[in-house]
């Protein structure tokens, strides 16, 4: 029976030039090195040497990793375990992080919730060999693949993000979602929250919380984490505060306007609102390619009752506003995307714009995960069963 010796002396090669694959190489590093614990022994750690594409093999064993593309879109990944040879590629940076993870998870190592590991079983006849359950693995990415999402509540605080990602990346999460209530760096330079919709002030400036949030991008980065941004923010485009100027912006409920949740999305001065704190948004985050905005959070039904706004069901005022956002980030950035909810009646036509995507369920409701949303807790129990991507 094939199984993965610990005791061999294994190199691990990487590609040249590929910061991604440095860091899951280490990542097998300490996974190979945990296994060897387990078993008893005390060896030096595998090497890792950048190795061209087309170097001829080595005599020792071997483990090959390889990245074919550099669109992150594509996550697929395929590993084989062979006597002395391992390979993993992965279509992406993003794909060889699946691919890294789900042979890690072939020999049974599982991440049920962050901060918990658990380590395969021990090979009763021979404690350094270990018996993965597949021997290989072929996962492409088509144009239907579900990339999978990990939001970040405004509950988390900065010192939960790091363990949060690192659970995330072993369970092979593509995506993080962070709030715009969430503050966290462009990639590019340190600025100043300047817009009304940022709920944090200039003391988000203090050294240290900016320094961990620094941190978290970089991290995210090293893994080829793509950042999204949004969730139940719809109503930030519509600021509160406006509700002193001017109270026909907001929804009318039983012959009154209330400023608590949503807004009234027919109103001329809405529609003006709208696009100018879109454009201040998009602006803000050029490098962002999806947003999400949804209306507030439990309150999905809480829309306006007003004379105009009764003519049009709750999806259709939704789509009333998210469709002036969707043509304002047309013109600011035509690859960018937004998505919205949608679900409880239905639409008369009014029309969708190319770059809105539809979502009927939300992030911890029941079927989110079939839709590749999930929490800290969708693996929690999973600690046998292998993990499968979709």
Known sequence: MLCFDVSKEWVIHIPRGMPVAKQVAEDISHYLEVLRNQAGLSLKPPGIKDSPTNSPDYLAPQIRLCIEGNSREQTGFFWRIEKDRIEISGESDRGLCN????????????WPEPGKEILPPVNTVKPQEYIPQERARYHPSTEDTIRRRLFFQRRHPTAAWKPLIIWAVRNQIDILVFSLYVRVLSGRKKEAPSHPWIRFGRKMLWHGRYSRREAVFNLAEQYALTIERGGWDLSLLVPRWYFGLNREIFRM?????????NFCPTAPDTIKLIRREAEKLFRTYPE??????????????????????????????????????????MQINPRGLISYYERFSGNRGIALRPNLLKMSRLPGEAGAEAEGWFSETSFKGNETAPLKRS
């Open 99 to 110: 691919g890294v993870f789900d042979f890690l998870g072939a020999l049974g190592f599982r």
């Open 253 to 261: 409920d039983s012959g009154k306007r209330d400023w608590k949740y």
């Open 288 to 329: 962002t390619l999806v947003y999400h905005l949804w209306p507030d959070r439990n309150h999905e039904r809480a829309w306006c009752a007003c004379p105009t706004c009764r003519a049009f069901s709750l999806d259709e005022q939704v789509r009333i506003a998210v469709t002036v956002a969707a043509d304002v980030l």
